[in-house]
């Protein structure tokens, strides 16, 4: 089994900075994908950014230039540097990685709210 737990959400005023962190535990294979993906009550859930072991990475429109996503495939963390938040940007974030050895399979954070403060 693998487990994702976050940390680093809070409240921060518009144009502030939040650094999210994920730290992978279990069965953690080499190749994988781990991600953000935020989620608004009421809203499906979508992916801010995402990052292949090889490094492979791809954000939405809306946090490009302002979002970086980085990750250590030693420690199986991943780790996503929010800049110039907006209060559109508020919402649950979620890590989440997924392997396809030796079968496919998907993981979940429990999440952490970001608050933006206009």
């Known amino acids: 089994q693998v487990q994702l737990v976050e940390s680093g959400g809070g409240l921060v005023q518009a144009g502030g900075s939040l650094r999210l962190s994920c730290a992978a535990s279990?069965?953690?294979?080499?190749?994988?994908?781990m991600a953000w993906y935020r989620q608004v009550p009421g809203n499906q859930r979508e992916l801010v950014a995402r990052?292949?072991?090889?490094?492979?990475?791809n954000y939405v429109d809306s946090v490009k230039g302002r979002f970086t996503i980085s990750r250590d495939n030693a420690k199986n963390t991943v780790d996503l540097q929010m800049t110039s938040l907006k209060p559109e940007d508020t919402a649950v974030y979620y890590c989440?990685?997924?392997?396809?050895?030796?079968?496919?399979?998907?993981?979940w954070g429990h999440g952490t709210q970001v608050t933006v403060s206009s």
């Open positions: 279990g069965r953690i294979q080499s190749t994988n994908v």
């Open positions: 990052k292949t072991s090889g490094g492979r990475t």
């Open positions: 989440y990685l997924k392997q396809l050895q030796p079968y496919e399979s998907e993981y």
